[in-house]
């Protein structure tokens, strides 16, 4: 099995969507609490940080938080698929009115270090009219012998969350709006 058989998921950032968002964390201190560490003197209290549209998908302020719907944990663990757990949590909507049956999505399984392949620089067209080309590259990949074959995992020191083949096919047989999913193999970076 190779990298090219691996995605990931991320917002896609579609108007007035509801975010959330959780007071007094660090940027550490979410990817710890994606990785399914304590937090000390943190509850997990979502409130609202934009837009009003409540999906199956509730992305966060903080890039590596991720909120589902019972219903998308339920088919989840209905596959069986490892790797993962879901934290309850209290979420409010704009009105301060309790928002029941979501969860935080956290992850257990792991892979070692990621690393990007010079190989695929790509020079690649400005995303607004006013910007300028930029060299990217093209994938992440990482060793499959560091993965611990896990459905759900992260590789070390990031945030990202990566899944297999299997994971894919359940959660777009759910057609989850607000949610994009793509192959690690077509991830852009930029080169800095």
């Known amino acids: 099995m ?5 995605y990931f998921f ?5 108007r007035n969507y509801f975010r959330a968002t959780i007071n007094g964390l660090t940027s550490k201190d979410s990817i710890n609490l994606l990785r399914g560490k304590k937090i000390d003197n943190v509850s997990l209290n979502f409130e609202p940080s934009q837009g009003s549209r409540i999906k199956d998908y ?4 903080y890039v590596s938080l991720h909120l589902f719907s019972n ?40 892979c070692g270090k990621t690393f990007k392949d010079e190989k695929t620089i790509q020079t690649l067209p400005p995303i607004t009219e006013f ?9 992440i990949f990482f060793d499959v012998d560091t993965w611990d074959g896990s459905d759900f995992f992260m590789p070390e ?15 777009l047989k759910l057609n989850i709006s607000n949610l994009t999913i793509t192959n690690i193999k077509d991830i852009e970076t930029i080169v800095s």
Not at 2 to 6: K, L, Q
Not at 10 to 14: G, H, L, Q, R, Y
Not at 58 to 61: H, K
Not at 157 to 171: A, N
């Open 157 to 171: 020191e990031t945030g990202f969350i990566f899944f297999t083949e299997r994971v894919k096919e359940v959660l």
């Open 71 to 110: 219903k998308i944990f339920e088919e989840l663990e209905k596959n069986n698929f490892s790797g993962f757990r879901k934290v309850p949590i209290n979420l409010k909507d704009g009105n301060s009115n309790n928002i029941e049956g979501y969860s935080l999505l956290t992850v257990t399984g792991k």
């Open 131 to 139: 910007g300028k080309a930029m060299d990217h590259y093209i994938g």
């Open 58 to 61: 509730i992305p966060t302020t």
């Open 10 to 14: 991320e917002e896609t950032f579609t």
């Open 2 to 6: 190779g990298c090219n058989e691996f």
